[in-house]
């Protein structure tokens, strides 16, 4: 028989380095999960991608055992990564950071597409321009 689930979390944790601080301590706390034992999984999973923030679906059974599937990291982080960027712009539109090609649009738009809620590439590319726009990101034309 399945077990029954009882919660779904959302994280987005640092790769390979995530600690109980809060507030993933207090979260994973109120969940009833043993927290270390998550911890030492998923940095041991992430230890590749050191640096990067890599979002984490945790599945909650009703015995207080869990799953986690990871996930690709945030669209903005792929963009600042791709740009060599530390944060996006303070003023969006008004001040700009730096210059996304249509071809690095194109390859954060294959590489996310897993995590997309779609499967057409030029709605993906569209998604990757509009969080590109609201950092301070210029496309190139």
Known sequence: MAKKILNVLKLNLPAGSATPAPP??????QA???MMDFLKQYNDKTSDKRGQV???EITVYQDRSFTFVLKLPPTSAMIKHALKL???S???GRE????????????????????????NLESAMNTVI????SMGVKIAE
């Open 24 to 29: 993933v301590g207090p979260i994973l706390g």
């Open 32 to 34: 009833g999960i043993n």
């Open 54 to 56: 890599i979002p984490a």
């Open 86 to 88: 530390k944060s996006g």
């Open 90 to 92: 303070k003023t969006a």
């Open 96 to 119: 700009f950071v730096g210059t996304l090609t249509k071809e690095q649009v194109k390859e954060i738009a294959q590489e996310k597409m897993a995590d997309m809620n779609t499967k």
């Open 130 to 133: 509009g969080a590109a726009r």
